[in-house]
């Protein structure tokens, strides 16, 4: 079992471009989160997908989005890059259906650093 | 709005004392209380979790406590090594709607334990 992956690993980028980050979730999980984690911070929650949908939605403009395909795996992109975006980007995945509580498993992120 | 506070920021033990971390949250209707390790340059793990229903959990020497009414809960880690020096999350879920919970992370404890 690989876990929770995510790529790149690491991405320098120059404001105002775009840029997409990929997760695929653990296997058997069906629920992917993002978060953001800046230097010396907790996490911050972005999104959560489910079925193919966003479920749930933190405190953050709408140059976040995502997407979730059939097979679970998860896309982050954020357009208009700012140098505030720079973060270590957390891909979280869990189990949900048929679930009432569940643990989730993050992946190693990916560092975004924006010049 | 939902917030988690924790308390320390920084902790520094000496091997084979006990360290203990605590957190508080805004929402009351919370009712799910993971804890994350992460490691320099890693992602964060999962060490324990509580659910609302319980007000203690352990797992070797490691142990969470809850108190629902006050709103705090805390981790105990006992008998410390050099290894357990990391940076410790403690996090808060609301309730959503099945098990497509997002995570409240605190801001974080850097724990070092002095050999």
């Known amino acids: 079992d690989a876990g929770v992956t995510q790529s790149p690993t690491h991405l320098i980028k120059t404001r105002g471009q775009q840029v997409t980050l990929r997760c695929s979730p653990k296997?058997?999980?069906?629920?992917v989160s993002w978060y953001q984690q800046a230097l010396g911070q907790g996490p911050q929650f972005i999104f959560q997908?489910?079925?193919?949908?966003?479920?749930q939605r933190g405190n953050f403009p709408d140059r976040f989005s995502g997407h979730q395909f059939p097979n679970y795996s998860s896309e982050l992109n954020v357009n208009a890059l700012l140098l505030g975006d720079s973060a270590l980007y957390l891909c979280?995945?869990?189990?949900?259906?048929?679930?009432?509580?569940?643990?989730?498993?993050f992946g190693q992120g990916t560092r975004l650093t924006v010049v | 709005g939902e917030n988690v506070e924790q308390h320390p920021s920084t902790l520094s033990v000496q091997e084979g004392d006990s360290a203990v971390i605590k957190c508080t949250y805004s929402?009351?209707?919370?009712?799910?209380f993971p804890w994350y390790k992460q490691e320099l340059g890693k992602r964060p793990q999962l060490i324990i979790d509580?659910?609302?229903?319980?007000g203690e959990k352990k797992d070797q020497r490691i142990a969470v406590t809850l108190n629902k009414t006050a709103k705090h809960f805390s981790l105990h880690i006992t008998e410390t090594q050099p290894e357990d020096s990391a940076v410790y999350f403690c996090?808060?879920?609301?309730?959503?709607?099945?098990?497509?919970?997002?995570?409240?992370f605190g801001t974080g404890t850097l724990l070092a334990v002095q050999p």
């Open positions: 997908y489910y079925e193919e949908e966003e479920r």
């Open positions: 979280a995945s869990s189990l949900a259906r048929g679930q009432r509580y569940t643990e989730a498993f």
């Open positions: 296997s058997g999980h069906d629920t």
């Open positions: 929402d009351s209707a919370s009712n799910y």
């Open positions: 509580i659910r609302s229903n319980v």
């Open positions: 996090a808060a879920s609301p309730p959503y709607g099945g098990a497509t919970n997002k995570l409240i």
